[in-house]
């Protein structure tokens, strides 16, 4: 029987790292332009990370992820997400000492054990941002104005969706309102809804069930029951964004499956993906540093998922065909290919892309894998054709062909071959 990949697990293969690369060259330009500096974290962390982070009540945590006793008997976890991780290595280095505002981004594989589907995988790639240390909401806008702009240099467009939870000053009184508008129809609610009700009133609204959700349309709104500097905070929010000509709008209901999250949240939304409509999500979580036994510093910060991402641009069709380049030497002949590979390998050494055929196949056989592989050119080289000292050279966009020289030593002939290229790049 064959052995195949587990379900929810996906191999990214040479075609799809292409747009793969793109984004996240284009992240990391963007990125770089707003002061971000690239972090690298462990895959596998302690439980009790991401359980005292994500929330006990949370779907993350409550069923998705993926733990496990190490040989040593310790509870092991697949990071579900970036943030903890992040928030972890920061305070284990007292990165705050360096900065008074860390600007960090990361790449790389979550694990959630979730239904896989279109866009939901469980192993998924995130682009991951924090930005630590800094409480203002001019933080929240150049945050939500990174995201975008990283977006549209990828040519896709989504919609933002911002709302803002509050801070432990405000929360209580929402949690009491939510809780009484709960009451009479907690006998109605799914299992989880029931459960989380008391624990963690919040989290109900984050309910995938659409009989839950039918209830929670009419739910109070945390809009209404922010405090002053909460309230003041999210207009300069709106604001701000409006003056960078950033489309958005609010929606109260947004409460994100994460329980650390406090004031403003957004999710980058998209149509084109079937359910899985968030492209990106984050927000601001000023108690999280201190709750994982850090300093008392606030931050803010967002995901995106890679692979959906991919889906977009793959459905937009903004992949235009690559430009074709590099050269295929086709070699015919023994003393011909062993020519070749010499001279493969001396262009190579001066930053050329060159590839040939192993196999010792025809002419035509070579031509076809030339153009299979998208070269630029082709430097046809025969026994006879050396032995005089020359070749032909073929332009595969043209197919123009004529003889070329090929003078007896390799460097003279590597120097040629370059400059021949380079000319032909010129023109
Ligand atoms: P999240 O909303 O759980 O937030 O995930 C962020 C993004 O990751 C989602 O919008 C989606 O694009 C992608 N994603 C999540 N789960 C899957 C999946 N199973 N398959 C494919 N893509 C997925 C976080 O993870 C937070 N750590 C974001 C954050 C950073 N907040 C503050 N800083």
């Known amino acids: 029987m064959n052995i195949t990949a587990l379900k929810g697990f996906k191999d990214i293969l040479p075609e799809e790292a292409l747009l793969w690369q793109r984004i996240e060259a284009t992240a990391r330009d963007v990125f ?106 001019e933080l929240d806008i150049e945050i939500m104005a990174m995201a975008s702009m990283v977006l549209t240099e990828l040519g896709l467009s989504v919609s933002l969706e911002i709302n803002s939870l509050g801070c432990p000053q405000c929360r209580p009184a929402f949690n009491q309102a939510l809780l009484l ?32 959700q039918e209830h929670y349309r009419l739910a109070p709104s945390i809009l209404d029951h922010l405090c002053p500097e909460c309230a003041s905070h999210f207009q300069t929010v709106q604001d701000g964004l409006t003056s960078l000509e950033i489309p958005f709008t609010t929606n109260s209901f947004m409460v994100r499956g994460l329980d650390y999250y406090t004031r403003t949240t957004f999710e980058l939304l998209t149509d084109s993906l079937g359910a899985q409509s968030a492209v990106g999500a984050g927000g601001r979580y000023d108690g999280l540093i201190k709750q994982l036994g850090g300093p008392d510093l606030p931050g803010i910060g967002f995901a995106m998922g890679m692979e959906r991402l991919v889906l977009m641009l793959q459905q937009q069709a903004t992949d235009q065909a690559l430009p074709a380049s590099g050269l295929f030497i086709a070699a015919l002949g023994d003393k011909a290919r062993a020519a070749g590979f010499a001279m493969a390998q001396a262009l190579r050494r001066r930053g050329l892309q060159v590839l040939m055929d192993y196999a010792g196949a025809s002419l035509k056989s070579q031509m076809k894998q030339a153009g299979k592989q998208n070269c630029r050119h082709t430097l046809i080289i025969g026994d006879d054709e050396l032995e005089r000292g020359e070749g032909t050279w073929r332009d595969m966009i043209s197919r123009d062909q004529q003889a070329i020289p090929l003078p007896g030593e390799l460097s003279a002939w590597s120097a040629m071959v370059v400059q021949r290229i380079l000319s032909d790049q010129d023109s």
Do not use: W
């Open 32 to 137: 770089q332009r707003f002061g971000f500096r690239e972090i690298k974290v462990p895959i596998l962390e302690k439980t009790t990370l991401f359980a005292r982070s994500i929330g006990e009540t949370t779907d993350i945590v409550e069923k998705e992820m993926y733990t496990f006793v190490d040989r040593n008997g310790e509870s092991l976890t697949m990071r579900p997400e970036g943030t903890a991780s992040v928030l972890r290595s920061f305070i284990e280095h007292s990165l705050h000492n360096q900065q008074p505002v860390q600007k960090l981004f990361t790449f790389g594989p979550m694990f959630r054990h979730e239904r896989p589907q279109k866009g939901r995988l469980r192993q998924f790639h995130q682009i991951s941002i924090e930005a630590l240390g800094a409480n203002q909401p």
């Open 181 to 212: 508008f709960l009451e009479d129809k907690k006998d109605d609610l799914c299992e989880d809804c029931q459960r989380r009700r008391l624990k963690n009133p919040l989290r109900v609204l984050d309910c995938k069930n659409s009989h839950c």
